[in-house]
């Protein structure tokens, strides 16, 4: 209800016991006061009969009139200067058709068919990477064929895998877009270098995007580590020269030694320098000249790491044949010396390639006692290394390595 507000001095005209009845009537309060009952009641009974009004629809905005843009049209095909068009490009243009198959590791075919009425030299570029699921792998170097016009060809390119979880086991793979900016500089330089085997670049490239230690890509025995790592990386462990060559690259491309998780471990040194088919590149590489050698050897003896240091018998029984026919008999013969270096001068008596080890042994078997851990060990030693000798008087290669003995072979 509408509230309706009366001038005071309306009510004081309307209440005739207040006014003076000698004063005279102010005309004007008098109209007012006659009208305005008038309007408050005319508002009064058109707000009784007036019906509200219905809600209004809000008007709809015209539809703007949107237009698409048309469809890009295909990037144009780049042909490089030799030719080719990538891969990647001529797949997505649809001028070849591609199955691709991979190994996880360091092989992948690609199958090509050219529905085209042209030949076309198709190109895949070393850092191309491809997947299968979760294993990832990257063109280790360039490759192209060409493909004749509604024919197919065969691609092979060299690859390595960019993890070491890599399922290693055939598979269908796709191109990917991914890039590897980590390895790019390793794999430009390995196209002017065609003697880096795929073994050793899949080694620098795992050594690049992963930094994995020692322990997860050697072949022989940690020394001290019998617990498995908590990846499997058996597909990837390589052989010490594959390792030292790894590093050697690595280095040549100007990776530091000290930013590499392979280098801390100081077995890697002796191994590669126990091993004769890489002790010239471990010189280089440790930068050990041959005036120097025989150093080397005896401070890895006497003060190299405490569960490598009995490794250097091995090295100076290989080298110093002559040294060690008189040291390590005294040294297996010595009861104060420990267990460990006892039966590596036994051991690596047989590494001395040399027949005059053999009445040495059988000596060692006499004194030592047939049953005792010692005279066994010196017993193996004396027949591997007649087996040895035998390989040579035929003109064989018999190349000793360290942990034959317990191995059972030769």
């Not at 197919?152 to 796709?174: E, F, H, K």
Request: proline share 8%; hydrophobic share 45%; aromatic share 6%.
């Amino acid at each position: 209800m509408k509230t309706i507000v009366i001038h005071p001095e309306i009510i004081a005209y309307h209440n005739s016991s207040f006014r003076d009845p000698k004063q005279p009537l102010n005309k004007a309060l008098v109209a007012c006061a006659i009208l305005l009952p008038m309007v408050a009641l005319g508002g009064w009974l058109a707000g009784r009969s007036t019906l509200p009004a219905p809600p209004t629809t809000p008007a709809v905005a015209p539809v703007a009139q949107v237009s698409l843009p048309a469809p890009a049209a295909p990037a144009p095909v780049v042909i490089s200067s030799d030719g080719a068009v990538e891969l990647q490009a001529a797949v997505d243009q649809g001028l070849i058709k591609a199955a691709l198959t991979g190994n996880g590791r360091e092989h992948l075919t690609a199958e090509l068919s050219n529905p085209g009425a042209s030949p076309l030299t198709v190109k895949v570029s070393f850092g191309q990477i491809f997947e299968c699921g979760r294993s990832i792998v990257i063109a280790a170097r360039s490759a192209q064929v060409e493909v004749p016009a509604g024919k197919c060809a065969t691609l092979t390119v060299q690859t390595a895998a960019t993890r070491s979880a890599n399922r290693v086991a055939p598979g269908t793979y796709r191109l990917s877009a991914r890039t590897a900016p980590k390895i790019d500089l390793l794999l430009t330089h390995a196209q002017d270098h065609p003697e880096i085997s795929p073994t050793v670049l899949q080694t620098a490239v795992l050594a690049l995007t992963e930094n994995l230690p020692l322990s997860y890509l050697c072949k022989f025995t940690p020394a001290g580590a019998d617990l498995p790592g908590r990846l499997d990386t058996t597909a990837f462990r390589v052989e010490t020269p594959d390792l030292l060559a790894a590093l050697s690259t690595l280095r040549e491309i100007g990776v530091r030694d000290r930013d590499l998780a392979l280098t801390i471990d100081p077995q890697l040194r002796i191994e590669a320098m126990i091993d004769p088919t890489c002790r010239a590149a471990a010189m280089r590489y440790y930068r050990i000249t041959s005036g120097a050698e025989w150093n080397y050897w005896k401070n890895e003896l006497l003060e190299g790491d405490p569960g490598t240091r009995h490794y250097a018998l091995f090295g100076i029984a290989r080298f110093y044949p002559e040294i060690a026919l008189d040291m390590l008999p005294k040294w297996a013969r010595e009861k104060r010396t420990t267990a460990i270096f006892r039966l590596t001068a036994v051991q690596a008596l047989a590494d001395t390639q040399r027949p005059e080890a053999i009445p040495v042994l059988q000596k060692l078997v006499n004194e030592l006692g047939r049953n005792t851990e010692l005279g066994r060990a010196a017993v193996d030693a004396a027949q591997i290394l007649n087996l040895r000798l035998e390989k040579i008087a035929g003109g064989l290669p018999a190349v000793a390595f360290r942990g034959d003995l317990a191995k059972g072979t030769f």
